[in-house]
T-cell receptor
Framework: RKEVEQDPGPFNVPEGATVAFNCTYSNSASQSFFWYRQDCRKEPKLLMS???SGNEDGRFTAQLNRASQYISLLIRDSKLSDSATYLCVVKGISSGSARQLTFGSGTQLTVLP | IAGITQAPTSQILAAGRRMTLRCTQDMRHNAMYWYRQDLGLGLRLIHY???????GKGEVPDGYSVSRANTDDFPLTLASAVPSQTSVYFC???????????FGNGTRLTVT
């Protein structure tokens, strides 16, 4: 089982739709979670951190379910500019090692006009 | 503009040649990283550095070496390139290990 798994998609949704992605992780002791966005042929950029109580940033909502070991990203009122690949990142528990940051393979989203 | 600069942007390299990918950041971040990104495999960590003077191996270190002589620079060297090293390479930095990463624009490397 991969440490971090995402549905690769692609998700094709119409403008204005609500879309949700899930990301599962295997290490129950994982401490921190992030969502990154990557545009085609560009570098990944931090979209938002995921907090235990869930958090919202405009049209984006991130949630954590520790019991089921997954995090989710909800995008409301999708815009054409939301088209990108969304990467899930999980931070483990061991200190001092960058191996603790594990990236999912990404979920591709295309918002259609 | 503060950030991370990678060079070159792209390169075609003959197998067996030596190549150094450059990475410089001006944010005074302690930690720096090198990732490769391949279709279907996501980002995989090659090497990292907690702070100037220290380096560590990531998930896929074989065939690569790094150095961290100062805070700003973190070059990645392929001693003798092979076709399986064809990939997009991203350098990243963060204030400390484990905090969110800032990525460079990437280097697209093709080994023929």
């Amino acid at each position: 089982r991969k440490e971090v798994e995402q549905d690769p998609g692609p998700f094709n949704v119409p403008e204005g739709a609500t879309v949700a992605f899930n990301c599962t992780y295997s290490n129950s002791a994982s401490q921190s979670f992030f969502w990154y966005r990557q545009d085609c042929r560009k570098e990944p950029k931090l979209l938002m951190s995921v907090y235990s109580s869930g958090n919202e940033d405009g049209r984006f909502t991130a949630q954590l379910n520790r019991a089921s070991q997954y995090i989710s990203l909800l995008i409301r009122d999708s815009k054409l500019s939301d088209s990108a690949t969304y990467l899930c990142v999980v931070k483990g528990i061991s200190s001092g090692s960058a191996r603790q940051l594990t990236f999912g393979s990404g979920t591709q989203l295309t918002v259609l006009p | 503009i503060a950030g991370i600069t990678q060079a070159p942007t792209s390169q075609i390299l003959a197998a067996g040649r030596r190549m150094t990918l450059r990475c410089t950041q001006d944010m005074r971040h302690n930690a720096m990283y090198w990732y490769r990104q391949d279709l279907g495999l996501g980002l995989r960590l090659i090497h990292y550095s907690n702070t100037a003077g220290t380096t560590g191996k990531g998930e896929v270190p074989d065939g690569y070496s790094v150095s961290r002589a100062n805070t700003d620079d973190f070059p990645l060297t392929l001693a003798s390139a092979v076709p399986s090293q064809t990939s997009v390479y991203f350098c990243a930095s963060s204030p400390r290990i484990g905090s969110p990463l800032h990525f460079g624009n990437g280097t697209r490397l093709t080994v023929t």
